[in-house]
């Protein structure tokens, strides 16, 4: 299994972790999905430690540093936004 190391700007990582906590929790679940992100745990205790965290989420931080790609992962959150 390949990890990916995404390096993000303060305000980018910002921005973007805005927008994500603004998506429904099956958005985020297909997040996570589409951008090569699997647990070990059921998704629903990954999504209930995004919500109850929010910025602080390591779920969230994996996602953020380990997705695919950084353009792969936004393309995702901008196509749930428009939807």
């Given at each position: 299994m390949k990890i990916y190391l995404i390096d993000w700007?303060?305000?980018e990582k910002e921005t973007v972790t805005e927008r994500?906590?603004?998506?429904t929790d099956s958005q985020i679940e297909e997040l996570f999905d589409k951008t090569g992100i699997s647990w070990l745990v059921a998704m629903d205790?990954?999504?209930e430690e995004v919500r109850?965290?929010?910025k602080?989420?390591?779920s969230l931080e994996t996602l953020l540093t380990e997705a695919d790609s950084k353009e792969n992962l936004l393309r995702?959150?901008?196509?749930?936004e428009q939807n």
């Open positions: 700007d303060e305000t994500i906590l603004r998506l205790e990954v999504i109850q965290n929010k602080e989420s390591t995702v959150v901008s196509n749930f």
